[in-house]
Each structure stands twice: as C-alpha cells, then as structure tokens.
C-alpha cells in the first residue's frame, strides 16, 4: 500500500478508527488537519474529494474514498494477513452487519444524537441544543447498549476471538458515551470488551494524540 493521506482532525472519532487502524496494521500514512476549527473543508479542493464537507477521507494513490467504514474496510482487506477483515464469507458478513449497526443505531440513533446535542452544535454555531433529541438519543443508547452487552457474553470480540475493523468501528465511540454521562457502568460486558480495545497499542496511541489536541484546542481557546 502506498502511504495514505487522511484528511480530518485526530479529535474527531471518525478519523481516530481510521488512524488507529493504519497503526494497527502498519500502513504508513500522513494526516491532514480538516474539519472544525481547522477549516477546509467547505474549500472546493477538499469538496472534489469529499462532496459531503465531512472528515474523514483518504486518498491512496490516486484513489479517494469518504466513509469511515468503507476506509476501515478497504484498508484491512488491502492487508489480508492481519485478520482485521475476515477471509471467510460468514466473517465478513458478521463484520458488515456490525459496520451498518454502526452508523444506523449506535452512532446516528444513540452516542452521536447526543454528541451533536450537547457539543457540536455550541461548537459550530447551529444553535441550542434540542432536549427532545437528547432524550431520545439516552433512551437509544441504553436499547442499543443492551444488544451490544448480550452479543458481548463470551466473546473476546465481537466476532469471537478475533479482532477485526468492526471493534474499531463501534470502540471508538465508547470513550465520547462516557464523557456524555451515559450509563456505561451498566454495561459490565461492554467495559470488560472496551478494556481489551484500551489494551491495544495502536488505540493508546490514537487516545493519547487526541488528548494532547483536544487540550491544545482549549488552550487556543482560552488565549
């Protein structure tokens, strides 16, 4: 694989799953800070590569790709050794149904409903938050939390023993449920699972960058 370019800044989770993937699989890569406080992406040079004005994206050698789960993907089925994507059919489509719940519950219905409430919109200037969406994002995250613990139960990852790009998809959003005060403690599965992701070296790596520009940010801010 030629050294990727990855477009978005490492504070949003979205670009944190693909850079903790390209560590996890050792594909030299080079990110580019888009998105927010950054800006461009309302430019037209990054609209030719994404359309939606959204992080992440990737180009790989003349090839662009937008959608986090796609990028998982195709970065891992690149790298067949690693494991990340299952060589089996069964494995694969226990993936992709894992990758879809993904962006249709867990995200878009429950964490990410939230995270927009009570963040992104004071951040971008969209006005107040909603209380209406952020109860109902709670209400989502407790039903789709149960469905990830009772899947949980006996398995070291989602798809048994194996790691694969479908705990990175869905992992990264455990650390934003906890800093929105949801009910994580409920979920014994979930934090026993969550830990072992914690464990990767790869993840500590992404966590510790976003920190360290998470503070800079608000340093910025407060000058």
């Known amino acids: 694989m030629t050294e990727l370019k990855i477009w978005g800044r490492i ?99 429950s964490i990410g409903m939230v995270a927009f409430e009570k963040v992104s919109k004071g951040v971008l200037g969209l006005g107040a938050a909603e209380p209406a969406f952020i109860a109902r994002g709670e209400q989502n995250f407790v039903r789709f939390a149960a469905v990830l613990e009772s899947h949980l139960k006996g398995r070291t990852w989602l798809i048994g023993d194996r790691l694969t790009i479908a705990d990175f998809s869905i992992g ?18 979930i934090r026993r699972w969550y830990e072992g992701l914690a464990s990767v070296p790869a993840w500590r790596d992404a966590i510790a960058a976003r920190n360290t520009a998470t503070a800079e940010w608000f340093d910025r801010r407060k000058g």
């Open 11 to 109: 504070t949003s989770l979205n670009v944190r799953k693909v850079v903790w993937a390209a560590r996890e699989l050792g594909v030299p890569y080079e990110r580019v800070d888009a998105g927010r406080q950054f800006g461009v992406v309302n430019t037209p040079e990054y609209r030719r590569l994404n359309p939606n004005a959204l992080v992440p994206a990737i180009e790989d050698g003349g090839f662009v790709l937008w959608e986090s789960n796609a990028i998982l993907f195709y970065m891992a089925a690149k790298r067949p050794e690693s494991g990340l994507w299952p060589s089996d059919l069964r494995g694969q489509a226990d993936v992709l149904r894992w990758l879809a719940w993904e962006s249709a519950h867990w995200d878009a219905e």
């Open 172 to 189: 990264a959003l455990v650390p934003t449920a906890e800093r929105l005060g949801l009910p994580l403690a409920r979920f014994s599965e």
